[in-house]
């Protein structure tokens, strides 16, 4: 264990010096180093398969919901909530119409089920956010862009999940699917996810008023995301207390997202309530200054006040540092134990089968994306997404570790398990490294202009 601790600090560190230093995206370089850990020293690990993956993921995805969740402010999610909505539901909705009318084509050696192909290319929907967010942190890109780009990564999974489970699980279990049904459950999951995230956020808030400890105010954070996260996922068990004997569970992605931005939006209201105090008092010091007797207690109060303010607003930014820093590290750790997965023969032996399902959803995304620009510039109430943002918001669909956490629900009895096994991890390896690479190639081509486009939002 101990052994696992320092490689997972020893990766951390040469990952974040190798970014630093060559500009290379961490997750690049953590997968890399990953890699080169497991075939040096196999011994230390952390899951030993993929089930352990998948719980593991389960354990620290809440964190990293709770860490790129403060990113958002409610302001933006008011601003381009038709554009998050259609990148984030429309176009997976869309996408896996298209995969339903492809799928049986790509791979028609396999005589895929309707459901199959639903169940396969929900998998590979779902994006990873905590890449998307470390490439952007290393550029000045523009905060219009930033929003839908790691907005759409947020809300993607808990779409691409509702549809795997919801929809392609249940079809593959004999449910029938109906248009009836998929209205019903989505709104069923969605509203009531929200809801259970809003309450959440609210006994969060209500924690952070009785605290001024800053470890105590992240321990807080922390149960308000995880909280609202396992309840969503065992709502059932909440029903069956009150005699209900059902077996619905809501999205836990949705529901630390919303608990997350709820509490956030209150701590940033707090930031900046500070900083009007501030503001008032340094003119309270300024007009007193100017006084022929200035007043001693008046100027001892202000500063008083004053070093108050500054300790509440540095305590609400460190919190935030720290969540941060915890997603950092289970990032790293996801990492390490996705290496430990990899079954080399197992992707040599279905690398066709890889290789058409990465072209096949690249192409997807591309036209989903180029159909989201076509909307956005016929419209006055969505963001114009020009040709530099279609690349970027296309090339931002890295995959990640959500996609093992669905191949692990699928039944150990469904014939073409190791096939699925094969395709998922083969196309988040890809869309790591392709499409981190092509991401950072466009973004570095344009860096001037979107560094210009940047200043234009705050003219």
Known sequence: MIETVLAVAAILYLALQIEDKLRIPSPLSLIALSLTLYYLLPEIGIAKNATEFASLVLVLLPILLISDSMELNVSDLKKHALSLFYLAVVSVALSVIAAIFLGGWLFAQYNLSLAAIIVLFAMVLATDPVSVVSIF???????QLKILAEGESLFNDATALIVFVFIGLYALEGGEITAGYIGEISMIVVLGSAALGLIFGYLGLWGLKTTENRIAEMMVLIFTGYGAFMMAEHFYSLLNLFGAHSHLHLSGILACIFSTVTLNHWMTKEVNAENSRLNQAEDTILAASGQAKPSRRLIGAVLSKIEITLEEKQRHLRSKEDIQLLALVANT????????????????????EILVMFLATTVIRALMMAKFALITNRTNKMTNVNFRWWGVLTFAGIKGGLSVVMLMMIPASFPHLDMFKAVVIGVILLSTFIYSLILIAIIGKNAEIFKKEKEAEHA
């Open 137 to 143: 942190s290393k550029f000045e890109l523009p905060h």
């Open 333 to 352: 750790m996801l990492f390490v134990a996705m290496a430990e997965i990899i079954d080399i023969d197992l992707l040599i032996q279905y690398k066709k």
